[in-house]
Antibody, heavy 117, light 110 residues
Framework: EVQLLESGGGLVQPGGSLRLSCAASGFPFSNYAMSWVRQAPGKGLEWVSTISGSASSTYYADSVKGRFTISRDNSKNTLYLQMNSLRVEDTAVYYC??????????WGQGTLVTVSS | QSALTQPASVSGSPGQSITISCTGTSNDVGGYNYVSWFQQHPGKAPKLMIYDVSNRPSGVPDRFSGSKSGNTASLTISGLQAEDEADYYCSSYTSSITLVFGGGTKLTVL
């Protein structure tokens, strides 16, 4: 059974940093691209970033490019999202999802990031 | 990259059929057969219902179907059931090597 468990969310001040983690199990992690998708309170889904299985390719939404960094540790079956220079508008539930840009077939339950002073 | 356009809400009675549209451009929906549909119940994670325009993952009822014509994709749910009440989102791969979602459609089962 595929399981994705996000962690690392919390309250951070504008301009601060946070690192999210997503622990994966139930599938050969290194064989699959992984993505982060966020959802602001009461709003729709917004794609954030995707990384290939080997980590050789990364893709970012314009809204986070230069501030967020996606990475993975295939030895630990873990996906990361390093978020720097956080803004109020980055407040959202962040989901990790298995799959590349084409589609995402499994999603975690999400972790809430709140950017506020 | 602008969000794909979906109706804010649709409704239908149990047993009826409804269709949700998702309109993009030739740089996303119209240019690739990489449109997906997700179902999201309140407080829950999204669930993949359709991928590559019209394919259903294992376990998704065949009451759910997808199609595409030009720059517009559609999700049709036939034989509406109470548990289908949820938010539905479309997404598409884009020519910029990114992913774009629709704004979401709230389905109400009357």
């Amino acid at each position: 059974e595929v399981q994705l468990l996000e962690s690392g969310g919390g309250l951070v001040q504008p301009g601060g940093s946070l690192r999210l983690s997503c622990a994966a199990s139930g599938f050969p992690f290194s064989n699959y691209a992984m993505s982060w998708v966020r959802q602001a309170p009461g709003k729709g889904l917004e794609w954030v970033s995707t990384i290939s299985g080997s980590a050789s390719s990364t893709y970012y939404a314009d809204s986070v490019k230069g501030r967020f960094t996606i990475s993975r540790d295939n030895s630990k079956n873990t996906l990361y999202l390093q978020m720097n220079s956080l803004r109020v508008e980055d407040t959202a539930v962040y989901y990790c999802a298995k799959g590349l840009l084409r589609y995402q077939d499994y999603w975690g339950q999400g972790t809430l990031v709140t950017v506020s002073s | 990259q602008s969000a794909l356009t979906q109706p804010a809400s649709v409704s239908g009675s149990p047993g009826q059929s409804i269709t949700i549209s998702c309109t993009g451009t030739s740089n996303d929906v119209g240019g690739y057969n990489y449109v997906s549909w997700f179902q999201q119940h309140p407080g829950k994670a999204p669930k993949l219902m359709i991928y590559d325009v019209s394919n259903r993952p294992s376990g998704v009822p065949d009451r759910f179907s997808g199609s595409k014509s030009g720059n517009t994709a559609s999700l049709t749910i036939s034989g509406l059931q109470a548990e289908d009440e949820a938010d539905y989102y479309c997404s598409s791969y884009t020519s910029s090597i990114t992913l774009v979602f629709g704004g979401g459609t709230k389905l109400t089962v009357l």
